[in-house]
């Protein structure tokens, strides 16, 4: 069975620095990209960044310049490093990613992880 499993959330001060990771694991052929979106209450789930098989990545705008998506393919990991962390950046964190189990390719999402910021 193919699934996501994140790590890595938790509490931090406004400012501090959390790295997540997610490890894809199971029967897979391939994975193309590799994505992070964090839903915080009330609202809806939203794209962080994405990175491409090749390491292509992309930011919304809210993590530019302080989160760094990266992937190890041959662990079959992706990772976000968020930096100068501040209160609007609390949500449940996601991990996506499109991937092959040989039959095809689909979407599929970790369970989540929490991550708070607050002093």
């Known amino acids: 069975q193919v699934q996501l499993v994140e790590s890595g959330g938790g509490l931090v001060q406004p400012g501090g620095s959390l790295r997540l990771s997610c490890a894809a694991s199971g029967s897979i052929f391939a994975i193309n990209d590799m994505a992070w979106f964090r839903q915080a209450p009330g609202k809806e789930r939203e794209l962080v960044a994405t990175i491409t098989a090749g390491s292509t990545a992309k930011y919304a705008d809210a993590a530019k310049g302080r989160f760094t998506i990266s992937r190890d393919n041959t662990e079959k990991m992706v990772y976000l490093q968020m930096n100068n962390l501040k209160p609007e950046d609390t949500a449940v964190y996601y991990c996506?990613?499109?991937?092959?189990?040989?039959?095809?390719?689909?979407?599929?999402w970790g369970q989540g992880t929490q991550v708070t910021v607050s002093s």
């Open positions: 996506n990613a499109e991937m092959s189990n040989g039959s095809g390719f689909s979407f599929y």
